[in-house]
């Protein structure tokens, strides 16, 4: 026989919720959340992942926890608020072969990046399914209030920013699945950034003030720019060339002459990046580039914000780039 | 085709979150909470729900919905917190025969019971899943800071009390599984408190004060009984006689003499009853009182709290009742 619920409780979740004094560590109907410092408030998010669905069934159970914390956190950073902690639903299957040791390496997970990133569990459910691995989020940081940053606020004349280096998780996805041969070395560096994003939780809230709308790339460069489009009324103009690329993934889009549109498309519609994506005025550009190096991270700009709807790619040539329809949020 | 996941948002979620300024309509990726009142803090709960464990795959979709909230709601109410909204993470079968009807009967149980409890979706996330629906809602309620109602704090000499009736959706359950036969008027009554708790959402905040210690009775009587017990240091002497019943209860003891036992058992341990179990001195007694006539919901004062530890659940012929065990939580 396995642990019961309060057991699993005590020894997996309950030392994670430790320097959260309104958790109560765990043994109560609910937590309490801290006073909001003043004149901020607190944001709240929810992601939920499913095994084969948002990760590979037999991913080590230490990095879905990573995943799916950080899927969260990347959420907040997009909303400019720093991270406080988290309320977790966990549904296991029953037939899993070894509950407590998947349950071990989840926490070890939880722990690592809760040490990372400075939060902490604050209540949870943890439940059986007939189903597959499924566990949801919910994530609690603040913000000054009236400061957060929306997918609405994009004006004519801004400059659109991205953070990091986009396409590196959509490749890496196409490696694990086969789809993609590249080197061992660029295999393993790609794979990586899908199963792990790094979210830009100092650069979120060091945006707050500067940037006019902002998010972060999940579903893909060209249809999340196509959400701040939409919100804010307006255009966007992406310069392909200007897009930030990893050396990974300019091998991959170089060396594949052929596929050279099928990888740049990848790249720009693949999604999993979990970088800010974000406009600000022009005679921001110096705060945001020291905003950014405070942070840690590379920021480009990689076009501009113009009367309009929708979004236009622009190859090298000055021409439109075709192809790039996905899921009807690029209208060209 | 059925729709993507932004026009399932726009049609049947973001009408929900109406009313509530920062969940900006659920465009953007987190929400705000909006100040707490003046010396109040925000409380947080957690459940998760999955088709086939905690409630049935056929179950009308917005009765899973309205159970799914106040499952939560009642876990606010323990803490004597007043609701104030909540996100959703849902996840719906690839193969769900009519994913926007369901849908539609979803978001129909969620709007009634938003417009019954005065609360709002503040944000969410819907995916897709092999297995079985499974649902997870995060509710969010407000305390005054210091008088949020714990499982310790029980006194020796404190009164016991429970809200409204015991072992309705127990033996709800029990008809629904056809393992209970009972008449047909019974039958309805007894399912519908299985399949719909009432929160007691008026009563919880106005125990804030008044009550030392308190949960909802969701796991059974005798084993909720022994977290307040545990967590408390104290030992909880319930009286069965004085345990209240409702008439459909109280016929289905009275008239199955050989099953006396194994129905009294199942009333006293069987969960889901979603009612307030909760200790406070009898100097407040009245108030005690007072506060539950406000509320609308009838209170029973059903034991005492006592040194020692564990519960003891006593017989008419005041000796302690046998074979109440289960889970390792009453400890005689």
């Known amino acids: 026989m396995g642990l019961g619920e309060f057991e699993r409780i005590d020894r997996f979740f309950a030392p994670l919720s430790q320097g959260a004094g309104g958790a109560f560590g765990l043994t109560d109907d609910a937590a309490l959340l801290p006073e909001a410092a003043d004149g901020s408030a607190w944001v709240v998010t929810v992601d939920a992942l499913v095994a084969g669905v948002h ?19 990347s959420d907040l950073a997009a909303m400019g608020a720093v991270p406080y902690g988290y309320t977790l ?15 071990e390496g989840f926490a070890r997970g939880l722990r690592a990046d809760q040490d990372r990133y400075g939060i902490h569990l604050l209540g949870g459910d943890s439940v059986s399914t007939p189903g597959p691995v499924t566990l949801s989020i919910t994530a609690f940081g603040s913000v000054a209030r009236g400061g957060e940053l929306r997918r609405s ?33 660029d295999a393993e560096i790609l794979a990586d950034r899908y199963r792990l994003p790094e979210p830009r939780v100092a650069l979120g809230p060091a945006l707050v003030g500067l940037a006019t709308a902002g998010l972060d790339v999940s579903d893909g460069l060209v249809q999340d720019a196509g959400h701040i489009a939409e919100r804010s009324g307006v255009a966007l103009r992406i310069e392909a060339a200007a897009v930030p690329l990893s050396p990974a993934v300019r091998r991959c889009i170089d060396s594949s002459d052929p596929l050279r549109h099928d990888a740049l498309s990848g ?15 022009p005679a921001s550009r110096d705060r945001v580039s020291e905003a950014a190096a405070a942070a840690g991270v590379q920021v480009t700009r990689i076009g501009r914000v113009e009367d309009g ?11 439109p780039l075709q192809g790039l329809e996905r899921g009807g949020w690029n209208h060209f």
């Open 55 to 73: 990760f590979l069934p037999d991913d080590p159970p230490d990095l879905v926890a990573r995943k799916a914390l950080r899927v969260n956190l």
């Open 89 to 103: 639903a966990l549904a296991l299957p029953k037939g899993l072969p070894d509950p407590e040791s998947w349950l």
């Open 153 to 185: 606020g994009a004006s004519v004349g801004d400059d659109l920013w991205v953070s990091g280096t986009i396409g590196d998780a959509a490749l890496g996805l196409g490696v694990l699945q086969g789809t993609l041969r590249v080197s061992a070395a």
């Open 267 to 281: 790249v720009l519609t693949g999604g999993d990046d979990y970088e800010l994506l974000f406009a600000a005025p």
């Open 309 to 319: 709807r929708g979004v236009r790619v622009m190859a090298e040539d000055g021409r």
